[in-house]
C-alpha cells in the first residue's frame, strides 16, 4: 500500500533563515505531488505541484520554492523565512483515482 | 483556476443529529472528494465520487456527485463526538488539477 512521509514533523525557526521540508512517498511510482500550507483554523492554500521529476508548477508567487529531484521526494524550500510562513504544510499525492495526504510539518516562525 | 465554494463555513451541533454539508463550483469537475481532518493532523480520505449522480456511503457518511458535476454534498447521521474535525471537499479536473473547499469545522456537542 501507498504511504506518505513528511519530515520533520515540527520545526520552530528564526525569521530570515532557511528551511527545507521533506515529503516522500512509498508504493507508488510517477505520483502526482502537491505542497499545501495551512493557516492555523484555515483551509487549504496549494503552494506547488509536480507532475514527474523536475517539473514543479507555483500556484502563489512567494519565497517559497519547491523541487523534486527523485520521482518520489518532494522537498519545498526557502532562502529567507518570513513570520508569514508560518503554518502547517501538507504534502499529498494522487494518482489516477484519489489523492492522499501527509501527517504534515508545523512549522513556526519567530 | 476554479473555485470551490463550502458550506457552512462551521456547524455547531448535538450529537446524534445529522449532518449536511455543500460544495458548489461554476466549472466542472470529473471527481469529488472529501476528506476529514483531525487537529494536528493531515486530511484523511473518507468518500471519492467518480460519476455524475453517483451516491456512496462510508459508513454513516454518504454523499453525492451532483448531476451538472459542478457540486456535491456530505451528509453525516446520528452525529458522535469523534466526527469534530474540519471536513473539506475537494474537486479533480484531471490529476494535474485538485481544489479544495475552504473547509465546514465540526462541533458536536455531547
Known amino acids: 500500500s501507498q504511504t506518505i512521509h513528511q519530515w520533520p514533523a515540527t520545526l520552530v525557526q528564526p525569521v530570515g533563515s532557511p528551511l527545507s521540508l521533506e515529503c516522500t512517498v512509498e508504493g507508488t511510482s510517477n505520483p502526482n505531488l502537491y505542497w499545501y500550507r495551512q493557516a492555523a483554523g484555515r483551509g487549504l492554500q496549494l503552494l506547488f505541484y509536480?507532475?514527474?521529476?523536475?517539473?514543479i508548477s507555483s500556484e502563489v508567487p512567494q519565497n517559497l520554492s519547491a523541487s523534486r529531484p527523485q520521482d518520489r521526494q518532494f522537498i519545498l524550500s526557502s532562502k529567507k523565512l518570513l513570520l508569514s510562513d508560518s503554518g502547517f504544510y501538507l504534502c499529498a499525492w494522487s494518482g489516477l483515482t484519489s489523492a492522499y495526504f501527509g501527517p504534515g510539518t508545523r512549522l513556526l516562525v519567530l | 483556476g476554479q473555485q470551490l465554494n463550502q458550506s457552512p463555513q462551521s456547524m455547531f451541533i448535538q450529537e446524534g443529529e445529522d449532518v449536511s454539508m455543500n460544495c458548489t463550483s461554476s466549472s466542472i469537475f470529473n471527481t469529488w472528494l472529501w476528506y476529514k481532518q483531525d487537529p494536528g493532523e493531515g486530511p484523511v480520505l473518507l468518500i471519492a465520487?467518480?460519476?455524475?449522480?453517483e451516491l456512496t456511503s462510508n459508513g454513516r457518511l454518504t454523499a453525492q456527485f451532483g448531476i451538472t458535476r459542478k457540486d456535491s454534498f456530505l451528509n453525516i447521521s446520528a452525529s458522535i463526538p469523534s466526527d469534530v474535525g474540519i471536513y473539506f471537499c475537494?474537486?479533480?479536473?484531471?490529476?494535474?488539477?485538485?481544489?479544495f473547499g475552504a473547509g465546514t469545522r465540526l462541533t458536536v456537542k455531547p
Open positions: 509536480s507532475v514527474g521529476i523536475g517539473q
Open positions: 465520487l467518480y460519476k455524475a449522480g
Open positions: 475537494a474537486g479533480r479536473v484531471n490529476n494535474n488539477d485538485m481544489r
